[in-house]
């Protein structure tokens, strides 16, 4: 298994900032994913994040309104910039089990509020 | 690639009753099979996953799930259900060849009535 930590666990944030949300793993990871749950919405793939290469983002998702680091196999950080109130969502960040046909673990989460 | 169908967007059901939430899903490849459940602002905890063998497979909280392949559906039930079951149930899937991300479905608001 693999234990996530993830903050800020919440955040209120004015138009037009910026909010970087760091994941920590306690374990060596090839692949970290970041998902985005909006109000009373499921989870979308925001971008896989592969340590030593530029993070692959999903349909509607830019590096430039949400750069990711991957510096090493253990961290990451997601950035949300230029925040609108439609960028208030939870944002996750997630592992792949280990071994083929384990879960997926996940952070607690980051509870943004835009106004 | 690979999409999850969650039929129900809201089940309401009195405590004791039983309870069903369905989940279809399409792929072109193999694919595992889970539910997590999202308790009022907690993060996602699985339930169960269907990985091989048995299609029936039991989780924790005394739900199980049937994975039938020919209808592609992977439906969650639980005999009796509890104030506690309370939460938001998501279906997902990810393929088999590993460290792959999930495809969530739209999740199922399941509020169990006194």
């Known amino acids: 298994s693999a234990v996530i930590s993830q903050k800020p666990s919440r955040d209120i944030c004015q138009r037009g900032t910026s909010l970087t949300i760091q994941c920590q793993v306690d374990?060596?990871?090839?692949?970290m994913f970041w998902y985005r749950q909006q109000p009373g919405q499921s989870l979308t793939l925001i971008a896989t994040a592969n340590q030593g290469s530029e993070a692959t983002y999903e349909s509607g998702f830019v590096i430039d309104k949400f750069p990711i680091s991957r510096p090493n196999l253990t961290f990451s950080t997601l950035t949300v910039s230029n925040m609108s109130p439609e960028d208030s969502s939870i944002y996750l960040c997630?592992?792949?089990?280990?071994?083929?046909?384990?879960?997926?673990?996940f952070g607690q989460g980051t509870r943004l509020t835009v106004v | 690639a690979q999409s999850v169908t969650q039929l129900d967007s809201q089940v309401p059901v009195f405590e004791e009753a039983p309870v069903e939430l369905r989940c279809n899903y399409s792929s072109s490849v193999s694919v595992y099979l889970f539910w997590y459940v999202q308790y009022p602002n907690q993060g996602l905890q699985l339930l169960l996953k269907y990985l091989s063998g048995s299609t029936l497979v039991k989780g924790i909280n005394g739900f199980e799930a049937e994975f039938n392949k020919s209808q592609t559906s992977f439906h969650l039930r639980k005999p009796s259900v509890h104030i506690s079951d309370t939460a938001e149930y998501f279906c997902?899937?990810?393929?088999?060849?590993?460290?792959?991300?999930?495809?969530f479905g739209k999740g199922t608001r399941l509020s169990v009535i006194a």
């Open positions: 997630s592992v792949a089990g280990g071994g083929m046909g384990t879960e997926a673990f």
């Open positions: 374990s060596q990871v090839t692949m």
């Open positions: 997902a899937v990810t393929r088999i060849s590993g460290n792959t991300p999930l495809v």
